[in-house]
């Protein structure tokens, strides 16, 4: 089959599907990264869709229910209030209507304590979901009072609550009345089924600090805790009675000693708190993974006395179940703990090749770090995952074999306040299949995050030659427009083949910053679907196909090499060179492999 024969392009969404589980955890983690899609970002905000409950949005998740559902929750105001909402979609990109998942305009008066005869109310916040294996949807959530939030006298007041969801056949949700799973202070519950199929809840817990010294006014203790279920959310361990009695621990899985201060508040007589230091500990906002060994990977973050805020990230022992911590145990110096990652507010998922991707929030932006399969090592390249959205709070979720989504909130300058949800795939190894009939297997690389120009690189040989098929989409093209292939066959020593519409323009030799132009060799076809230069209609993109010999590129009897695509796109008088995410030119052990098989 020849590009003559193409009637459409592929895209990167028919690509990457053929993925074995855990196929790239023996990969190293340096090689691999994550490309956003420039096409792809949707914004969700008042003024764009119309919708007023998008405004002053806050803390959104996303989550994939099937292929032909997608669930988003959030909060309004940076600090929840009398309603909760989420709002579905078939594709992940064309949103419907906000719902309410929860309301409450009722109000109740205190019968006990320092407000007792005292009207209050019950805000929710920090909405969280997971749908089970059997489809169902369960959606978690904290309760509080409003007023009596900052007493300790209050405690049983609040708790993490949840909701049932079931899917009908028209993909709408209907949701349970809600049960509370939790007695005591908490922050941002965080609910994921197992691999085993125990479902976990993971919260930031505040409440068993409280108890123990008061309520401090200026920053308070956390241990992130976990209860969990067998029975797919029906029954939990340790159940609200336990947790009550163990000073409303349940199972404290981390939490790492950041120093001692003396609380800062009274007592209900105006007496001072305390007098001397106590111990304090950070370990909060927790999110949880898992990784190809059967362990799970926690990622938490840490607020220390100096007002810094960090991300870290521990494995949990053989099994993924924790052990329970005691009242004044710390666990960050524990084995496969990552420490005083610069950022706040982490998000944590894994992808099925074995991949861990980590955001968090560090300057109001969301960034990114991919993390080895074992949990063990960073990917020293952070970068940002949704480069427009400003504010805190995001998270990702993996929806496909290399493709995630990732949400944040916009509380930056605007108006509408609203919502970026960000489309990126991941980039690694790839295998070149035995080249016959024009057959490419379905590993792709994708190159397209800096202008709405985009490409896919599949890779296939044979004896005598490498053969690389290149998908480019684009909407305007031009003279300008080319793609490199730089190959990598030594430490700083690569080969560059730069084409465009005609077929190869050059090939280079490039070793440790010098350059050397070489005789064209090989042969290129293209197929062009739209009309070169015509700035007065809309293209879609071209196909080529490029054949090099392996003796003319050094790759005669080798078993791999270091690819990394460039893809130069000239819009009107704008022209941009991308690439992949976090590879250095300069140095080839930064980019994927290709494996020949």
Not at 106 to 134: I, M, Q
Not at 241 to 257: D, L, P, S, T, W
Not at 394 to 422: C, T
Not at 491 to 505: E, I, S
Request: negative net charge.
């Amino acid at each position: 089959m020849s590009v003559s024969d193409f009637n459409k392009l592929t895209t990167i969404d028919e690509l990457n599907r053929d993925v074995e589980k855990w196929s790239h955890v023996q990969d190293d983690i340096s090689t691999a990264s994550v490309e956003i899609s420039y096409r792809d970002t949707v914004e969700l905000n008042a003024d764009i869709t119309g919708y007023e409950r998008y405004r002053d949005a806050w803390y959104p998740r996303v989550k994939k229910v099937k292929d032909d559902l997608y669930l988003l929750l959030y909060m309004p105001g940076q600090f929840g209030g009398k309603e909760l909402y989420y709002v579905t979609s078939r594709d992940g990109k064309h949103w419907n209507a906000p719902e309410l998942l929860w309301e409450n305009n009722e109000e109740f008066v205190h019968t006990f304590g320092p407000l007792k005869g005292k009207s209050d109310r019950y805000v929710a916040v920090n909405p969280d979901a997971c749908v089970l294996d059997n489809g169902e949807i369960i959606a978690v959530y904290e309760i509080r009072p409003y007023a009596g939030y900052g007493q300790a006298a209050y405690l049983d007041l609040n708790g993490v609550y949840m909701k049932r969801g079931t899917v009908g056949a028209d993909n709408s949700i209907s949701w349970s009345g809600e049960t509370k799973l939790t007695c005591g202070q908490a922050w941002e519950p965080f609910i994921w089924q197992r691999p085993d199929g125990l479902v976990e809840i993971y919260w930031s817990n505040v409440a068993a600090y409280v108890e123990k010294y008061g309520f401090d006014r200026k920053k308070r203790s956390t241990g992130t805790s976990v209860i969990y279920s067998d029975d797919n959310g029906h029954t939990w361990t340790p159940s609200i009675e336990e947790g009550k009695k163990n000073n409303y621990m349940y199972i404290r899985a981390y939490q790492e000693k950041v120093g001692d201060k003396i609380p800062y508040g009274d007592n209900a007589d105006g007496t001072p708190m305390y007098t001397e230091a106590v111990p304090y500990f950070g370990g909060q906002m927790p999110s949880a993974t898992a990784l190809y060994n059967g362990k799970t990977l926690l990622a938490i973050e840490v607020h220390y006395l100096d007002g810094k805020f960090h991300t870290s990230l521990t494995t949990s022992p053989e099994g993924g179940n924790w052990r329970s911590l005691g009242m004044l145990e710390d666990y960050s110096d524990s084995e496969y703990v990552i420490k005083h990652i610069n950022g706040a507010a982490p998000y944590i998922a894994t992808f099925p090749s074995g991949e861990g991707y980590l955001t968090y929030n560090a300057d109001s932006k969301l960034r990114a770090r991919l993390v080895s399969p074992d949990g063990k090592t960073l990917n020293p390249y952070e970068f940002h995952a949704a480069p427009k959205a400003r504010s805190c709070w995001g998270a990702s979720q993996i929806v496909g074999s290399h493709k995630m989504l990732s949400v944040f909130p916009n509380a930056g300058d605007g108006s509408g306040r609203g919502i970026f949800i960000y489309t990126s795939y991941l980039n690694h190894r790839i295998n070149a299949n035995k080249y016959a009939d024009g057959a490419y297997g379905n590993d792709a690389l994708f190159v397209g995050s800096e202008s709405q120009a985009q490409m896919t690189v599949q890779v296939a040989h044979d004896e005598n030659n490498v053969y690389f098929l290149i998908n480019r989409l684009d909407l305007d093209l031009t003279d300008g427009d080319t793609v490199t292939l730089n190959i990598g066959v030594a430490k700083n020593r690569y080969y560059a083949v730069t084409a465009d519409f005609n077929g190869v323009r050059s090939l280079k030799l490039c070793e440790s910053g010098e350059e050397r132009e070489l005789p064209l060799c090989g042969s290129a076809s293209v197929k062009v679907f739209g009309t070169v230069n015509d700035g007065s209609d809309e293209d879609e993109g071209a196909v080529y196909e490029i054949v090099l010999p392996k003796n003319a590129l050094e790759l005669e009897g080798a078993g791999a090499f270091k690819l990394r695509p460039e893809l130069e796109n000239k819009d009107g008088d704008t022209t941009c060179t991308d690439t992949l995410n976090g590879t250095d030119l300069a140095d080839v052990a930064t980019w994927p492999d290709v494996r020949l098989d």
